[in-house]
């Protein structure tokens, strides 16, 4: 594989596997172009370099073929503005004559968006005979799609194997992904403590057996942390709890045990009567909640408990949220945890953020720009770090 930032582009044709899935409203207004923005500067360089870019990309989960909600069309203008006002020309096809004629007259400096690539059921299977169609747009693949690295589709992965290996490669994006999820994995600094958050064991087993190997601390917050206080014995009230993850709970705790691991648990936590942003509110240990109470947030003796371990870390991975934290009642532990991060970073720890619900609270909070990396890709990182072979990646690699 050749280096995206070595590579010169000059008078060649870029297809580049971008993420464009983002959400859109009722007027197909862009509600969050993060995805779009990450992008932008691997287009940019392409373009610098003379070379031309066709964008290839995903929207929503179209059902039934070709959709005008699900359509492309609707992000030329924003996509236009981010390239500060270069004419982006759209194919209302993903492959076909529209698509190949308009790509074949491209000159460098340009741009074309080809419609949604599923609107083809092929995209999803990996279908080979697609990938090879969607292959001759170009000179050279670019992967920048870390949103979807973890899809062995035909755009992300099957595509790959029809260009030499000098002429496949990462975006800066993928780089930049890979890069700081391979520093966490195989590089990290000791202490090194992995925060994990939201409302479901079974979400986060993989990833939590997989970093007793690496991590010294674990910080268990959100919905998750019941599971674990009522399998150790604890009275929860109406929290959240997954019954049939208890025992899972239990092994969990041994494995850390015998790993040597330090598993944190919340000791204290916000509680409510009722799942809402007016509830009324009150502390309590998080092993003897009231019945008829839930815990929402993490306590104010959690939240002194977790800002210490994350202090000393010199490496942090944070992957979920300590709460409910789109309401404001409940947020305290979030941005606890966030500020904390925040400032292990500035003392030269590295910090990688990443999953949904985190990114959106750093983002929230204003502190995007103060951990060493947000990462674009909920789904594949969450797999990279249960150490599975992500196909979008492995394509580019081998």
Not at 16 to 21: A, G, P, T, Y
Not at 186 to 202: D, L, N, W, Y
Not at 359 to 387: C, H, I, P, R, W
Request: hydrophobic share 40%; charged share 25%; aromatic share 8%.
């Amino acid at each position: 594989m050749s280096t995206f930032s070595q590579h010169n582009f000059k008078g060649e044709k870029a297809l580049i596997r971008v993420d464009f899935n983002v959400p859109l409203d009722d007027q197909f207004n862009i509600t969050d172009d993060t995805r779009i923005k990450a992008a932008v500067p691997t287009i940019k360089k392409i373009l610098n370099d003379g070379g031309s870019v066709i964008l290839m990309s995903h929207l929503g989960r179209p059902k039934d073929g070709p959709t005008d909600k699900y359509s492309l069309k609707h992000l030329i203008k924003h996509i236009s503005e981010l390239l500060g006002g270069t004419t982006v020309l759209f194919a209302n096809d993903c492959i076909g004559e529209q698509a190949y004629v308009t790509a074949g007259m491209l000159k460098p400096g340009e741009v074309l968006l080809l419609e949604n690539l599923r609107f083809y059921k092929e995209e999803e299977k990996g279908d080979k005979g697609f990938a090879e169609k969607l292959s001759k747009l170009g000179d050279v693949y670019v992967n920048d799609a870390f949103g979807t690295a973890h899809r062995a589709h035909a755009s992300t992965a099957v595509i790959a194997e029809f260009f030499a290996k000098d002429k496949r490669m990462f975006g800066l994006l993928m780089e930049g992904e890979v890069a700081s999820a391979e520093k966490v994995l195989h590089e990290s600094k000791k202490p090194f403590t992995a925060i994990i958050g939201g409302a479901k064991v079974s979400d986060k087993i993989l990833i939590i057996e997989n970093l007793l190997e690496r991590a010294t601390d674990i910080i268990i917050g959100g919905g998750m942390a019941y599971t674990f206080m009522k399998a150790q014995g604890g009275h929860i009230g109406k929290s959240l709890c997954e019954d049939d993850r208890l025992e899972t709970a239990r092994e969990l705790i041994k494995k850390a045990d015998a790993k040597g691991v330090c598993l944190h648990l919340p000791s204290d936590s916000t509680i409510a009567d009722k799942f809402a942003a007016d509830a009324e509110t009150a502390a309590s240990p998080s092993n003897a909640i009231p019945d008829g109470w839930m815990g929402l947030d993490i306590g104010a003796m959690a939240c002194d408990q977790f800002t210490n371990v994350i202090k000393r870390s010199k490496t942090i991975l944070w992957n979920g949220p300590m709460g409910v934290f789109e309401m404001e009642k409940f947020q305290h532990g979030t941005k606890t945890v966030a500020e904390a991060v925040v400032e292990a970073t500035k003392e030269g720890a590295f910090s990688l953020v990443g999953g949904g619900d985190s990114v959106a609270a750093v983002n929230q909070f204003g502190f995007a720009d103060k951990v060493s990396y947000v990462s674009t890709g909920g789904g594949a990182m969450l797999e990279y770090f249960e150490g599975k072979t992500l196909p979008g990646i492995a394509a580019i690699k081998d």
